[in-house]
Structure formats: structure tokens, C-alpha cells
């Protein structure tokens, strides 16, 4: 099933993205989504995603169409696949985390052509909230499995949403504290996890006042129970690679008030520092 899946995605790619005849746009469509989460790392990435997101940013798709595929990818099935259910280490991961990372596309041609009602962005956003408190898997990558990155996926999709008009202050506000605790967790995030948040975290900014930044930015000040535990350190140093990777973010921009804030905090958190 899946080598004939790959030779005919493969022959979409070398059509330059182009259907062939003997295709059907809608049953390749559904085929895909139903192995968005596939194990093979070259069939998961180099074709299913990177075909659906193609066909997305092309236009091959309706509006009705991409509404349509948009509920889905918030079902259980995809979004929320096993995801209280499954063991950490599981492979159910990978249909959640491409579920996610596909959202971001169809947010992006939305952006283009508002075709999504403000009552289906609130739906998107209240799904990746609910997404964000319970998703426990942080792997970046798996060895002869490819990339998971649920976190990376998770900010594309929330950068991506945050740019809605109808996303308000209070929804902002109450999608950061979740962001903190995703990130102040005693496993590392190695590939660049906290770079691709904080592009979210910057669009996000955007809806809310200083005094609030400010305010959630605190909250990074971890204060260590104590001194013999390694997991405390695995914290703090998450901690210091989003402010620090939010700091050079805010220094592009000219805001210098905020760089003063997180080289406080940076400070003070150089204090929970064991060595």
C-alpha cells in the first residue's frame, strides 16, 4: 500500500506538482491525510507534507475544501490521536505533530482570502489550546524516523493564527502560560523548539499590552528547590534559551524596554544556576 502511495506521490513531485491523469485530486487528497502520520520519515515529510502544503499554497484546493480539511485535522483522529492514551514514546506522535504543522498552511492562505468565519478561528484556537496543555511528547527527533518536533509545529501553527484579527488579548493571555509550561520541562529541547515558539510568541505580542509581557516574562525566573537534582537544570537552561532566543528577536526590532526586561530576568535566573 505504501510503495504504491510513494511511487505515485513521487510521480506528483517529478510533474512538478502536477497531477497525472490516472490521479484523482480528492482520493490522493484523503489517501495522504490518512497517512499524514506515516512511521517513513521520506514518505511523511518529503511527500505528504510537503505535497498537501504545495496543493494548499497553489490554490489546487476550494475554500470549502479547505474548511473541511481543516475540522478534520482537529478530530480525534488527528490532532488529538491517542494523545492521552499512548505511551510518551510512541509513534502516535507523528499524526499529531503533522496535523498540527498542517494547520499552518491553511492558516496562511486564510490570511490571503479570509475564507474561515471568525467562529472557526476561535474553534482552531481553542483546539490547539486544549493541544498545547496535553501534548507530553518533546522529542525533536527520532533516529531512522525522522523529526517530531511537536513544539516547532505547535508555534508554526499558532504564528499562524495569531496574525487573526479576531484573536483577542484574553485568548493571547491565556495561551502563554501554557506556552511556559511546555517549556519549563526537565527534558531539552535540542533542535530549535524555543525559536520557532517565540515567532509565535512575537506575533502574540502584538494583542497585548507591555505591562502584560512583562508580567508572563517573569515567570521565567524558576526558582530552583534545590542544589542535587540535574531536572532543575534541564529546566532553567530551557528557561534561558527562550528568553535568550527572545531577547535577539526584540533587539531586531528596535524594542530595546524589553531587552532591558529579559536581561534582568536573564540575570536573575543566572542565579538558580548550579555551576
Not at 37 to 58: E, K, M, W
Not at 128 to 134: E, H, I, P, S, V
Not at 151 to 163: C, E, F, P, V
Amino acid at each position: 500500500m505504501q510503495t504504491r502511495l510513494k511511487e505515485s506521490l513521487e510521480d506528483i513531485k517529478e510533474n512538478d506538482y502536477e497531477l497525472p491523469e490516472r490521479i484523482n485530486q480528492q482520493e490522493i487528497t484523503t489517501v495522504m491525510l490518512q497517512n499524514i502520520g506515516a512511521i517513513d520519515p521520506y514518505l511523511r515529510v518529503d511527500l505528504i507534507h510537503d505535497i498537501l502544503s504545495t496543493f494548499i499554497n497553489q490554490g489546487k484546493y476550494s475554500e470549502q475544501q479547505l474548511r473541511n480539511m481543516l475540522t478534520s485535522l482537529m478530530n480525534k483522529n488527528y490532532l488529538f490521536y491517542r494523545i492521552n492514551t499512548s505511551k510518551q514514546e510512541e509513534d502516535a506522535v507523528f499524526r499529531r505533530s503533522y496535523s498540527v504543522l498542517l494547520m499552518s498552511p491553511i492558516l496562511a492562505k486564510h490570511s490571503q482570502s479570509s475564507f474561515l468565519s471568525e467562529e472557526n478561528i476561535h474553534r482552531v484556537w481553542d483546539n490547539l489550546k486544549k493541544y498545547m496543555k496535553q501534548e507530553q511528547d518533546h522529542r525533536g527527533h527520532v533516529k531512522g524516523k525522522g523529526w517530531v518536533h511537536t513544539m516547532a509545529h505547535a508555534g508554526d501553527a499558532l504564528n499562524s493564527i495569531s496574525s487573526c484579527t479576531c484573536i483577542t488579548a484574553e485568548e493571547v493571555k491565556g495561551m502563554l502560560p501554557i506556552i511556559r509550561e511546555q517549556f519549563l520541562i526537565d527534558r531539552p529541547y535540542l533542535f530549535d523548539e524555543e525559536e520557532r515558539m517565540v515567532t509565535a510568541i512575537m506575533s502574540m505580542f502584538d494583542k497585548i499590552e507591555k505591562e502584560e509581557k512583562v508580567e508572563w516574562l517573569w515567570t521565567f525566573l524558576y526558582k530552583r528547590r534545590g542544589w542535587k537534582d540535574p531536572a532543575e537544570d534541564l529546566i532553567i537552561n530551557n528557561s534561558k534559551h527562550l528568553l535568550r532566543a527572545l531577547y535577539f528577536r526584540m533587539l531586531e526590532n528596535d524594542e530595546g524596554d524589553m531587552c532591558e526586561v529579559l536581561l534582568q530576568i536573564l540575570r536573575e535566573l543566572r542565579k538558580q544556576e548550579l555551576y
